[in-house]
Nanobody, 126 residues
Framework: QVQLVESGGGSVQAGGSLRLSCVVS????????MGWFRQAPEKEREGVAT????????YYADSVKGRFTISRDNIKSTVDLHMNSLKPEDTAMYYC???????????????????WGQGTQVTVSS
């Protein structure tokens, strides 16, 4: 089992920045992939960024490339999402998630995550 607890959401004006943090606990190993997902009202959940616990391979949705950065600290067991140049369309509930990949050489998937945090709200006003 893997437990995830997010923090850091809030309200910010367009152009501002926020940092989301996720504490990962439980059975963590080299096969673990971690990601940030978001869901806005009446929209489908969207994968924002993923990162592998080892080798640090990352993925970003096109909508956040160049503005968001995902990072991990294996000693502190945290996964952060640094969000810059925020836009009103970034407003959503943001979730931290994790999944084990079949091989440490595989890239992290963008779907099929089976461990989820409770979510943290991000609101960007224009």
């Amino acid at each position: 089992q893997v437990q995830l607890v997010e923090s850091g959401g809030g309200s910010v004006q367009a152009g501002g920045s926020l940092r989301l943090s996720c504490v990962v606990s439980g059975y963590t190993d080299s096969y673990l992939c971690m990601g940030w997902f978001r869901q806005a009202p009446e929209k489908e959940r969207e994968g924002v960024a993923t990162i592998a616990r080892t080798n640090g391979g990352t993925y970003y949705a096109d909508s956040v490339k160049g503005r968001f950065t995902i990072s991990r600290d294996n000693i502190k067991s945290t996964v952060d999402l640094h969000m810059n140049s925020l836009k009103p369309e970034d407003t959503a509930m943001y979730y931290c998630a994790a999944v084990r990949r079949p091989s440490i050489y595989d890239p992290c998937p963008t779907t099929g995550y089976n461990y989820w945090g409770q979510g943290t709200q991000v609101t960007v006003s224009s």
